[in-house]
């Protein structure tokens, strides 16, 4: 079965800095993989999707991931941090048929004024 | 659209209590499922569905019942509440086929402290 890590479960940067969140799956190439985004107290929403053949996908709030078969990495980032991008960050890959999907740990961003 | 509801939003139990968690969404969605969220643990699937009537079980599935009569709605039942059960629960659903295949759309979820 397909699994992802998610490393470092805190991650600070200043405002202005540059995000990188690092995910890494753990087999084949998988069809699909996703970025989640979960701000406080709040269900997870979508911030972008991979599937085949892409490399860079870009997401919603200027967030962007990379698929690097090499490297079996999902990474994400975002050049600029800004003070409302504080929030939990899932990414997660697709199960059994693709009807479920498997969340990594999660990644809790901080970012300092 | 309202998306995904559940209801309710909070709730406390005492041990050995019995509660039904409803989860409904708006979408025509033909796959629905439960997660429990526990700090440092992720999203762990409880139960899932994969269409009116038929239901199958997440990796942690014990303590919890589910049913799906209707397309549009998921209940999560806990027969006899214990302490470990305190957790936030969150529904999700998406479509089977099509451009959004395999994206989960969640609800708000469900804090529930179990004393």
């Known amino acids: 079965a397909q699994s992802v890590t998610q490393l470092g479960s805190h991650v600070s940067v200043s405002e202005g800095a540059l995000v990188l969140l690092r995910c890494n799956y753990s087999?084949?190439?998988?069809?699909?993989l996703f970025w989640y985004v979960q701000y406080p107290n709040q269900g997870l929403q979508l911030l972008l999707k991979y599937t085949t053949g892409a490399t860079l996908v870009k997401g919603i709030n200027g967030f962007e991931a990379e698929f690097k078969k090499s490297e079996t990495s999902f990474h994400l980032t975002k050049p600029s941090a800004h003070m409302s991008d504080a929030a939990e960050y899932f990414c997660?890959?697709?199960?059994?048929?693709?009807?479920?999907?498997?969340f990594g740990t999660g990644t809790r961003l901080t970012i300092i004024p | 659209n309202a998306g995904v509801t559940q209801t309710p939003k909070f709730r406390v139990l005492k041990t050995g209590q019995s509660m039904t968690l409803l989860c409904a969404q708006d979408?025509?969605?033909?796959?629905m499922y439960w997660y429990r969220q526990d700090p440092g643990m992720g999203l762990r699937l409880i139960h899932y569905s994969v269409g009116e009537g038929t239901t199958a079980k997440g990796e942690v599935p014990d303590g919890y019942n589910v049913s799906r009569l209707k397309k549009q709605n998921f209940l999560l039942g806990l027969e006899s509440a214990a302490p470990s059960q305190t957790s936030v629960y969150f529904c999700a659903s998406s479509h089977r086929t099509g451009e959004t295949k395999n994206i989960q759309y969640f609800g708000a979820g469900t804090r529930l402290s179990v004393l």
């Open positions: 997660a890959v697709p199960n059994f048929g693709n009807e479920k999907l498997t």
């Open positions: 979408m025509n969605h033909e796959y």
């Open positions: 087999s084949s190439v998988p069809p699909y």
